[in-house]
């Protein structure tokens, strides 16, 4: 073992990029196995790595973990991401789950059936500018910080820039009536652990395509 932290998914983003996201904007690099056959999927279960029979599945500090929302937590603890006292893990918790909301509805996207793409392309970009978006654009401007909680770079401002990456993909304009998300973004672009992650050859994965879809279903066909 390298110490690195291993990630076990599929060679695309699912529920594993926020957790892709979280360790490299603390710097920690990590270690990825990839599945390909739901063989490799059965095994795992098997073997008694997956507590609940899903992934992802993140071994770090010796544990196995499964459970995206368990994981992320551990991880914003570890690397003090999480807030200085217990109010401002409650304000990062109740923003992670609101951008988890959104998340949602882009990670189930490229499984829309073809004939509903258009009209989940449309929710998406409804809940993005109508329910989440201005939540933030709101706390940005009332507390007039650089950063969601406490003035400090933390897990909800990791989550917040993968969410407006993953709606611009798809709705390239939508942060043009939100002025304070727009310098949001640029500067959570320079953070230089983000910039690294954004730049080409990390790993980040690209936005899920026909061969990644067939893969999800022939792994975890029933």
Request: hydrophobic share 40%; proline share 6%; charged share 25%.
């Amino acid at each position: 073992m390298s110490g690195k932290p291993r990630l076990t998914y599929l060679n695309g983003r699912g529920r594993m990029e926020s957790i892709r996201w979280l360790l490299a904007a603390a710097g920690v690099e990590f270690e990825e196995v990839y599945l390909e056959t739901k063989e490799q999927y059965d095994k795992l279960i098997k073997d008694g790595f997956l507590l609940f029979q899903q992934v992802p599945l993140v071994e770090i500090d010796g544990m196995k973990m499964v459970q995206t929302r368990a994981i992320m937590s551990y991880i914003a603890g570890k690397y003090n991401l999480y807030g200085k006292d217990l109010k401002e893990r409650a304000l990062i918790d109740m923003y992670v789950e609101g951008i988890a909301d959104l998340m949602q509805m882009i990670l189930m996207f490229p499984f829309s059936p073809p004939d509903a793409k258009e009209k989940n392309l449309e929710s998406v970009k409804e809940r993005a500018t109508n329910r989440y978006f201005p939540v933030f654009e709101k706390v940005l401007k009332q507390h007039g910080q650089d950063f969601l909680v406490g003035n400090k770079f933390s897990w909800a401002d990791v989550q917040l820039m993968e969410a407006i990456l993953a709606v611009e993909e798809k709705v390239p304009a939508v942060l043009s009536g939100f002025p304070q998300l727009q310098v949001f973004k640029t500067k959570m672009s320079n953070v230089p652990t983000i910039k690294k992650f954004l730049q080409p050859g990390s790993p980040r994965k690209p936005p899920p395509d026909a061969h990644y879809v067939e893969t999800v279903l022939k792994v975890f066909r029933k």
